[in-house]
């Protein structure tokens, strides 16, 4: 259902440590982005990629890493060095072909620092 | 720099009453505007683009360039439309710059 999955739903960290949010699609889709929504923020984003071993910084990627080993997967890491890391994060996906702006979204994960 | 607003955080309407969400753009040249939406316990969706002047359940939004704004309307309000309604606004590159979002709550 849907073809991204976002993996966990919820997650609780202790402060200092990292934790590592997973992202898998199976849409075939060239571009993966990482957003974070915050209550009154809308949405910001982290980092994106639109090809295999390649991504850019979005507005707000200090504290955050990601990596692109794979079409499928764009993984994010939220590092201890992120300020204010509890938030709800959404990964989504975008043809490229289509020449189109629509992304395509994931149900989310929910981070809480401890 | 690319900038999307939606000025009001919350909008409330009775059913069967026009609505219309506000977007203003900040864009050099000519941007892509899209309007998504995310139903409660839903995932965020496109619900609709400017390129294609389409009508999404009862929704159209137009692009005007001289006041730079893509306001997202529709003429009665349903209770089903309740939801967060975000503009978003994409120029050349493959960044995807979303508005503070709005939501709206439609009563019986």
């Known amino acids: 259902d849907g073809g991204i999955t976002q993996s966990p739903k919820y997650l609780f960290r202790k402060e200092g440590q990292n934790v590592t949010l997973s992202c898998e699609q199976n849409l075939n889709h060239d571009a993966m982005y990482w957003y974070r929504q915050d209550p009154g923020q809308g949405l910001r984003l982290i980092y994106y990629s639109q090809i295999v071993n390649d991504f850019q910084k979005g507005d707000i990627a200090e504290g955050y890493s990601v990596s692109r080993e794979k079409k499928e997967s764009f993984p994010l890491t939220v590092t201890s060095a992120q300020k204010n890391p509890t938030a709800f994060y959404l990964c989504?996906?975008?043809?490229?072909?289509?020449?189109?702006?629509?992304?395509?979204f994931g149900e989310g994960s929910r981070l809480t620092v401890l | 720099a690319q900038r999307v607003t939606q000025p009001e955080k919350l909008l409330s309407v009775f059913k069967g009453a026009p609505v219309e969400l506000k977007c203003n753009y900040s864009y050099s040249g000519s941007p892509e505007l899209f309007w998504y939406v995310q139903y409660s316990r839903q995932r965020l969706q496109l619900l609709l683009r400017?390129?294609s002047r389409e009508s999404i359940k009862g929704f159209t939004a137009d692009l005007n360039k001289g006041e730079t704004s893509f306001h997202l309307k529709k003429p009665f309000a349903q209770e089903e439309d309740s939801a967060m309604y975000y503009c978003a606004g994409k120029g050349g590159s493959e960044k995807l710059v979303f508005g503070k979002g709005t939501k709206l709550t439609v009563n019986p």
């Open positions: 400017h390129i």
């Open positions: 989504a996906t975008r043809l490229t072909d289509a020449n189109t702006g629509e992304l395509f």
